[in-house]
């Protein structure tokens, strides 16, 4: 098995350690083994969204729209298809909804108290 596959059967938290929301919620989870996924040191490859688009079931749903660069590059006019949404999140990182927790082979997308309810709920 390669790194990629074990790392995804393994708990992985893709985050900005810059974002003051990310660093919240992870103060707030309760003990876990979560590897720490910084995506702007260790960019997301290729690989690994596509792993995540499948979990989730679409890359729309990994897109952020809260991002500067999407208002900035007019891309709230544009009618986006899935290869946008993936080309977007692998050419920056700041596109990526965040946190993107992968817990016991289920993903969990984006902020939310609902959100980061479930996957308080998945680590304990």
């Known amino acids: 098995m390669d790194f990629l596959c074990k790392k995804i059967f393994m708990n992985t938290v893709y985050y900005l350690p810059s974002c003051d929301t990310c660093r919240k919620i992870l103060k707030s ?3 876990n ?3 720490l996924h910084d995506i702007k040191q260790e960019p997301i490859t290729e690989k690994e969204l596509e792993t995540m688009g ?3 079931g679409s890359y729309e749903a990994l897109f952020s729209r809260k991002a500067q660069l999407y208002k900035s590059m007019n891309l709230k006019d544009q009618s986006l298809s899935e290869a946008d949404y993936k080309h977007y999140i692998l050419e920056h ?5 965040r946190p993107v927790f ?3 082979g289920e993903i969990y997308i984006g902020n939310s108290a609902k959100n980061v309810a479930e996957v308080i709920k998945a680590l304990s």
């Open 102 to 104: 992968i817990i016991a």
């Open 33 to 35: 083994d979560l590897i």
């Open 54 to 56: 499948k979990l989730a």
């Open 29 to 31: 989870l309760p003990e």
């Open 93 to 97: 990182y700041t596109f990526l909804s």
